[in-house]
């Protein structure tokens, strides 16, 4: 309890000890600060999606570029054994192809171009479907330089 000194009109001492309740004390106490919480869960945040859009970017393009190498292969495989009149020194009538067996050979080579540009690894690859496809597609079978592109083509398939 606080009294008055009539004499000078101040605060006087108090005549007994006063001892602040609890919710003085939490008055008293300044308020703690929320920056360190708030910049740890903001680092947090930030490091957490770099590093998970860093694994995303870095595993789905080497899968799905291979993905379209194998499916190019078996597309290639599918189309099944071309003519190859490239020793005959007069070829007979060229045999014709399915259309089955040429929707095969497009796709091939789409899907080997889509696996090369996506990765520039399975370019020749996709130079090699290519070559055949332009063979098969002129019905040239005669075309030495397609039948080396369906040789190279297999041997790179037999090794994805």
Not at 94 to 117: N, V
């Amino acid at each position: 309890m606080r009294t008055v000194d009539q004499g000078t009109g101040t605060d006087a001492e108090p005549d007994f000890d006063e001892s602040p309740t609890e919710s003085e004390e939490v008055k008293a106490a300044p308020p703690q600060s929320r920056r360190m919480l708030v910049l740890c869960a903001v680092a947090g945040f930030v490091l957490g999606g770099g590093v998970l859009g860093l694994l995303w970017g870095l595993s789905g393009v080497h899968a799905g570029a291979l993905d379209d190498a194998l499916a190019a292969c078996q597309a290639l495989d599918r189309v099944g054994e071309l003519p190859d009149t490239s020793r005959d020194t007069q070829p007979a009538l060229t045999p014709g192809l399915t259309p089955e067996r040429l929707h095969r050979m497009t796709a091939a080579r789409e899907l080997s171009a889509a696996a090369a540009q996506v990765n520039a690894t399975y370019q020749p690859l996709a130079d090699h479907i290519d070559g055949v496809s332009r063979m098969v597609l002129s019905v040239h079978f005669n075309d030495i330089s397609g039948q080396r592109h369906l040789v190279q083509a297999q041997e790179i398939c037999g090794r994805l």
